[in-house]
């Protein structure tokens, strides 16, 4: 797995989670074409899973095995490497990586620098209104706090489905 050294910006004191710009996470690059052509050409939906917390990731796994292809990353730097990599249909984000140096929101601004079609969801532990608000301004399509119900899950999950079938958004 390719794990980049250099890095682009100013890198953040503390926790990764201050309003500083967001850092991009050194990547290969892939072209928007191939991203595209990849997506339509597949099925059934990939989800990319980034989140530290094991028990999340159980959740998520257990909710969509068997029906869609799921990649699990637990950091920055897996999230960005295996989101070039596979060009996911959806990504389920966490903000709170457990990383010093980055947060979710350097994961959420690297990949759209990458694809500009990312169809990223934020997941957080901490769903106040300035986080909420952040996600959107930043790109994220939608924003889910932990505790979540599978529902929540399921209908982000099944409306990407939609949207990859109707051909629009991608």
């Known amino acids: 797995m390719y794990e980049p050294e250099a890095v682009l910006g100013k890198p953040s004191r503390g926790n990764g989670m201050n309003e500083q710009t967001p850092k991009i996470i050194g990547t290969p690059v892939l072209f928007e074409k191939q991203k595209d052509t990849l997506r339509r050409a597949r099925a059934p939906i990939h ?16 909710l969509v095995k068997g029906d869609y292809c799921i990649t699990i990353c637990n950091n ?15 990504v389920f984000l966490d903000i709170a ?63 990407c489905e939609r949207m990859k079938a109707g051909d629009y958004g991608y």
């Open 97 to 159: 990586l457990g990383d010093s140096q980055y947060s979710g929101f350097d994961v959420l601004h690297t990949m759209h620098m990458h694809d500009s079609a990312a169809n990223v969801i934020m997941i957080s532990s901490n769903g106040n209104a300035h986080n909420i608000a952040r996600a959107t301004r930043e790109g994220a399509y939608g924003f889910i706090a932990k505790p979540f119900e599978a529902t929540r899950i399921i209908s982000y999950v099944k409306e």
């Open 47 to 62: 989800i990319l899973l980034v989140d530290d917390d094991p028990v999340t990731q159980a959740l998520i796994k257990n």
């Open 76 to 90: 920055v730097y897996s999230a960005v490497s295996e989101y070039i990599r596979i060009a996911p249909d959806i």
